[in-house]
């Protein structure tokens, strides 16, 4: 958008124009705790209801970007590393709890989602960030689910509720307690530069009053 675009390999008059939403608030934020090559298929994998693994014969996600297929299949995880990337693992454990929040755990422990990350193949689509989740059970029966991009994106933008739940868990709360572990670090302790810059001493002070301020009026976080 504006002089960005004048970067872009294509030159159109459309880039010019004026649009309903500008570059920044086009950010897209990733919601879930998985690759974000997962996203999507997270996304069409919480609109089916929870399944029984046992009742499931096999279940078919095509995803896309291509590149996908190649950097986030592995129907057989083994660590929290390859669970993270393992769009199977992603999509098995949300059809099985009905939820993400296990994805936070990292590589599952349950029977239930290994066996049915196993029954599941992933196809690739065109370019994009579309995805479709497809169940056939032992009977037949077909259940599927599509979404043309993942939950946060810019053109499916997160709510305050979506980032709150996110900040939450990254946190475990308000961020106090992650503050504080910062700011108590030993000096020794390299942190990225990105954090260095905000603890400086002056911010430091700062950051305390927050802390207390926090504690003072704990519902006056998300």
Request: charged content about 25%.
């Amino acid at each position: 958008r504006g002089v960005f675009a004048t970067s872009s390999p294509i030159i159109s008059e459309s880039r010019f124009r004026d649009l309903e939403q500008t570059a920044i608030e086009e950010t897209g934020f990733r919601l879930h705790p998985a690759t974000g090559f997962a996203h999507s298929a997270i996304d069409a994998a919480l609109q089916l209801e929870p399944v029984a693994p046992e009742a499931v014969r096999r279940v078919v996600v095509t995803v896309s970007p291509p590149i996908a297929l190649d950097l986030a299949s592995n129907p057989v995880p083994t660590s929290d590393d390859e669970a993270w990337w393992s769009i199977e693992h992603a999509v098995a454990t949300c059809l099985v709890a009905g939820t993400v929040e296990k994805l936070a755990s990292g590589l599952s422990r349950d029977d239930r989602v290994l066996r049915l990350a196993g029954l599941t193949s992933v196809e690739a689509t065109e370019a994009g960030w579309s995805a479709s989740v497809e169940i056939v059970t032992e009977d037949g029966l077909r259940f599927r689910r599509e979404q043309d991009v993942p939950r946060g994106h810019g053109r499916h933008r997160a709510t305050d509720g979506d980032l709150c739940d996110k900040w939450n868990r990254l946190t475990g709360g308000d961020g106090s307690s992650l503050l504080e572990m910062l700011l108590s670090a030993a000096p020794e302790v390299k942190l990225p530069a990105v954090v260095e810059d905000g603890l400086h001493e002056e911010q430091r002070l700062i950051w305390r009053e927050i802390i207390e301020r926090s504690r003072a009026s704990p519902d006056a976080v998300c």
